[in-house]
């Protein structure tokens, strides 16, 4: 089994949209097998926008008031045919997303929360995704507030191989990083106790590909260039 993940797709940002059309193209000329999965962790839009009626009504009332001309574009749209629909083709339906901070930044609806509520029926989910392999998804980071959840997914799993998915970063450059200092040294602890059963933390935010280690646990990103691809072992 493999894990395949491009990270920050980003419909909205010209870069980001290149890059995750260029590996859109080249999965599809990829052999990938039955029990393989994607992982999208977050920012799938850049501003998380669809053209929502609600949104439209409020970007046109802000303008009034500050004199800017609201763009409201398709984004989510955009991430789900371009993307979304032919990887879900490519995996046999397993992808497996969440969304970042980007996504966020609709108001007042979240048409990008929505859809990812919609396709794993919440925010944070725990799923099977392969044999004797689970996904435990945090969202766009974890936060102290889904300690007892993520410690209980864990404990009930520790005898599975863990796959663990959030947008933020454990270690990057410290201009981007807007993790809670002390929710991200505790997410550290508490996986460092699980580490024999976590395959990887799957994760986004910076635009880079890389796999390192740290704390004797392997993060993968595939917001660059390339996506990434991780063993199941």
């Known amino acids: 089994m493999k894990i395949y993940t491009i990270g920050d797709p980003q419909f909205g940002d010209a870069q980001q949209e290149k890059r995750a059309l260029d590996k859109v193209v080249q999965l599809k000329s990829t ?5 393989d999965i994607l992982l999208i962790p977050g920012d799938l839009t850049d501003s998380g926008h669809n053209d929502t009626f609600i949104n439209n009504k409020f970007y046109k ?17 955009q991430y789900v045919y371009h993307v979304h629909t032919p990887c879900d083709k490519l995996f046999s339906s397993k992808v497996y997303i969440c ?7 609709a108001f007042p609806q979240k ?7 919609k ?32 410690q209980r997914w864990l404990e009930q799993n520790k005898d599975s191989k863990i796959i663990i998915m959030q947008h933020y ?16 040294a505790e997410f550290m602890s508490i996986v460092s106790k699980y580490k024999s059963s976590i395959v990887c933390v799957v994760e986004g935010h910076f635009h880079d590909s890389y796999t390192k280690k740290i704390e004797g646990v392997w993060y993968i990103n595939g917001s ?5 691809v991780f063993n199941v072992e």
Not at 61 to 77: A, H, I, N, R, W
Not at 125 to 135: E, H, Q
Not at 169 to 184: E, H, I, L, M, N
Not at 224 to 228: K, L, R, S
């Open 224 to 228: 660059g260039d390339n996506f990434n």
């Open 169 to 184: 970063y454990a270690d990057g450059p410290a201009q981007w990083d807007f993790w809670d200092k002390a929710d991200k």
């Open 111 to 117: 048409p990008v929360l929505d859809f990812v509520k």
């Open 31 to 35: 052999l990938i097998s039955n029990d």
């Open 61 to 77: 009332l802000f303008s009034c008031f500050y004199g800017e001309k609201p763009v409201m574009t398709d984004q989510l749209d």
């Open 119 to 150: 396709t794993h029926g919440s925010l944070d989910y725990c799923v099977p995704v392969g044999n004797n392999v689970v996904l435990i998804c945090l969202g766009k980071c974890y936060e102290k507030s889904k300690r007892q959840k993520f």
């Open 99 to 105: 969304h970042g901070n980007h996504d966020e930044s």
